[in-house]
């Protein structure tokens, strides 16, 4: 039988391979292999699908968040508060402006920033809120625009892992005051190398962040700043652009693959299913569930005693490994126990929920070609193996 990896990006490609390699070609032989024709192009096509009139591309997800914190002028002595259930890139360019993440914890059910305990962490420091779209699912934005603005804080959203998803209608990356996205050929839009870009509807941001990436630079030669160096370069930029007309179809079929793990997972015991807002429009860059070694109480099923969840986790994880179905954990350690962040003072305790959610997660593979027979693979070693587990403790 064949395997089911987490993804298989090799798919995609030969979905749109000759398209993709005879637009390469072609920007081989145009000698224009940074900045011009293509990129401008992207960046147009890329504005108008998220719905803001300003897109800058870059190079990288990291560097979009990094360029962004600079355009607000946000650095030493100020705070911004983001989740420390995130890929570490969130909160390190924070710190890498020289301002202070401050965490507050996420809801088990969304695994996105709990915004009842948003308030509480605002202080006369704080300069913005730097939420994530996590996994694909957008949080809940108009509470959340409610709450900055009554403090008069920006808004950076780290759209990462949600291009095309929306929140009531209107695309994540277009309604805070900044959107940041990564092109890791990961992600739901993802280049042939790395890639990423700021989303803006105010013009004097977009021109600040053309110059920071370009070395500060307000003319060549002429610099008002330091800046970086930070470019989409072209072959990636002709690369996305056919992408991104697949774009919509790809998050469509990611969408109906989550349905279907809804559908054919709600019965199973010990498994928590992620949940999508009602005003949300998800994309499901991860189908992430979540696995309890206490059981859910609405079951109906008895609850043999299993293995704490961390263990029940890393246990059911190595078992799907061993049937050839592949799964990932994001993010087994949360932010405000990293190493790198003790110097903030938080605790094992800070953020019970995060806490928790680090040592139960685990990854589904989701990507658009994921086939019925590959997922009915995936659902079938996951019950196979929980109903294994709980017959091995009794
Ligand atoms: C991938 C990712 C980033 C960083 O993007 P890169 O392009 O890899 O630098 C930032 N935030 C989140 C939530 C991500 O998933």
Known sequence: MNNVPPLDLSRQYALIGDEVSAAVLDVLASGRYIGGPAVASFEQSFASYIGVSESVGCNSGTDALFLALRALKIGLGDEVITTPFTFVATAEMISAVGAKPVFVDIKAET???????LEAAITSKTRAIMPVHLFGQPLDMTRLMAIASSHDLAVIEDCAQSTGAEWDGQKVGSIGHIGCFSFFPTKNLGACGDGGAV???????AATVRMLKEHGQSARYLSEEIGVNSRLDALQATILQIKLRHLDTWNSQRRAAAQRYHQLLSPVPRVTLPQELPGGKGVWNQYTISLKSQEKSNSIFPAPHLPPSPHLRDLVRSKLQ??????MVYYPLPLHLQPVYKSLGYQQGSFPVAEQAGSEVLSLPIFPEL????????????????????????
């Not at 061993?322 to 799964?327: H, M």
């Not at 086939?371 to 019950?383: A, H, M, N, P, T």
């Open 111 to 117: 695994f996105n920033l709990d915004l009842d305990k």
């Open 199 to 205: 989303t803006t509807n105010d013009p004097a941001i």
């Open 322 to 327: 061993e049937s050839g179905i592949g799964s």
């Open 371 to 394: 086939s019925r027979d590959q997922q009915d693979r995936v659902i079938y070693g996951l019950k196979d193996c929980l109903t294994g587990l709980a017959e091995f403790s009794d």
